[in-house]
């Protein structure tokens, strides 16, 4: 059993590596049995070794859950969480890139799993992926300073096409514990979605 508050950077390294090709593969099959069209005997085969998998896994079971870690190098790993959990194939594929102290970007592809609208992303997803990006901007990358959702606006200026998304965020100002920030989407076309948030620095 895994225990953060012990590892170093490299067992770390080593555990994302075992984990993450997981969660990618259960992606992939995810979006396999959203385009599927074929008969009995082949949904039954795929089942049944769904199903194996399953029992396999479950047959290993990890003594605790851990949505998000932290090590004693003070490196956060995003574990099980929605947002953008390394082991959770529902965290849609997110990596945040800090173009500066108060300011991220993020290029993901969304695909058929998160389809709202026909060919469109779901209203809810483009949430989460602002709120997560505004979370970890106004959180500044740091345990001392992580910063929860207070209040957060979106303006949904046109559908967002699935496929390949640019999203950025930045502060604007800072109040105290109150984070003042913006962000948006944008597909091939441009601009799809605006986000006002008000993020709160947690008391330690
Ligand atoms: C490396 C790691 C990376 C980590 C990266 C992490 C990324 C996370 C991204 C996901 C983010 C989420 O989804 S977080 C999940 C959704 N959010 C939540 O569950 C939060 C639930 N709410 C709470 O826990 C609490 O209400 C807080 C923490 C938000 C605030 O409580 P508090 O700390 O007691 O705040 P309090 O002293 O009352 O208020 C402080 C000031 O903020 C104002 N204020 C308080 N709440 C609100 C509010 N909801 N909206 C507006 N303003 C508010 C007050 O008026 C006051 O202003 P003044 O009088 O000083 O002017």
């Known amino acids: 059993m895994w225990d953060f ?3 170093s950077s490299d067992e770390v390294a080593s ?3 075992r984990y993450e090709p997981l969660t990618q593969s259960i992606r992939e099959l995810i979006d396999a049995a959203l385009h599927v069209d074929a008969d009995n005997q082949v949904v039954d085969q795929a089942k049944a070794q769904i199903d194996a ?7 290993h079971p990890a003594s605790t859950r851990q949505g998000m870690a932290l090590t004693p190098e003070g490196e956060s790993i995003p574990w099980d969480n929605l947002g953008n959990g390394i082991r959770n194939p529902l965290a849609p594929p997110l990596v945040v890139e800090h173009t500066g102290p108060t300011s ?7 695909g058929a799993a998160y389809e709202g609208p026909p060919g469109h992303v779901h209203g809810g997803y483009c949430a989460l992926v602002l709120d997560q990006i505004l979370g970890e901007v106004a959180s500044r990358g740091s345990i001392e300073t992580v910063a929860a959702t207070g209040t957060i ?5 046109r559908p967002t096409k699935l496929g390949r998304l640019h999203v950025e965020a930045e502060i604007q100002r800072t109040e105290g514990r109150k984070i003042f920030i913006t962000g948006h989407i944008a597909d091939e076309d441009g601009t799809t979605v605006t986000a ?5 620095v947690l008391r330690q």
Do not use: H, K, N, P
């Not at 006002?196 to 709160?200: D, P, Q, S």
């Open 153 to 157: 606006s979106l303006r949904y200026l």
């Open 53 to 59: 998998a399953a029992e396999l896994l479950r047959a």
């Open 15 to 17: 555990l994302r590596a």
């Open 104 to 110: 991220a970007r993020i290029d993901v592809e969304l």
């Open 196 to 200: 006002e948030g008000l993020f709160i």
């Open 5 to 7: 508050a012990e590892m």
